[in-house]
């Protein structure tokens, strides 16, 4: 099970940080993903830390999101500075085992999601 949080409201140009905390399962060997999805948009990666240390990141994020692991918590920290308001959405953490892959469909592990709203 994972379990989204951090989420808030923030101005633009402010911080947030997510956490992605997992029950239940060792993230270690998982890749962990967040998602997002803003209203009348489809779902869309943000960042991903990969069971071998490395990370992906959004074109839309490069250079203002950093993720990352700490595996005695068990958990994935996802921080987000200077937001915009285009990062306003529901933020998804998810898991998979195996292949470097940002398609949300191949995940079968999903957090239930917490909103960031990135007031202008």
């Known amino acids: 099970q994972l379990q989204a949080s951090g989420g808030g409201l923030v101005q633009a140009g402010g911080s947030l940080r997510l956490s992605c905390a997992a029950s239940?399962?060792?993230?270690?060997?998982?890749?962990i993903s967040w998602f997002r999805q803003a209203p009348g948009k489809e779902r869309e990666f943000v960042a991903a830390?990969?069971?071998?240390?490395?990370?992906s990141f959004a074109d839309s994020v490069k250079g203002r999101f950093t993720i990352s692991r700490d595996n005695d918590k068990n958990t994935v920290y996802l921080q987000m500075n200077e937001l915009k308001p285009e990062d306003t959405a529901i933020y998804y953490c998810?898991?998979?085992?195996?292949?470097?892959?940002?398609?949300?469909?191949?995940?079968?592990?999903w957090g239930q999601g917490t909103q960031v709203t990135v007031s202008s």
């Open positions: 830390s990969w069971s071998g240390g490395s990370t």
């Open positions: 239940g399962r060792t993230l270690t060997l998982y890749g």
């Open positions: 998810a898991a998979r085992l195996g292949r470097q892959i940002t398609y949300g469909r191949y995940y079968p592990y």
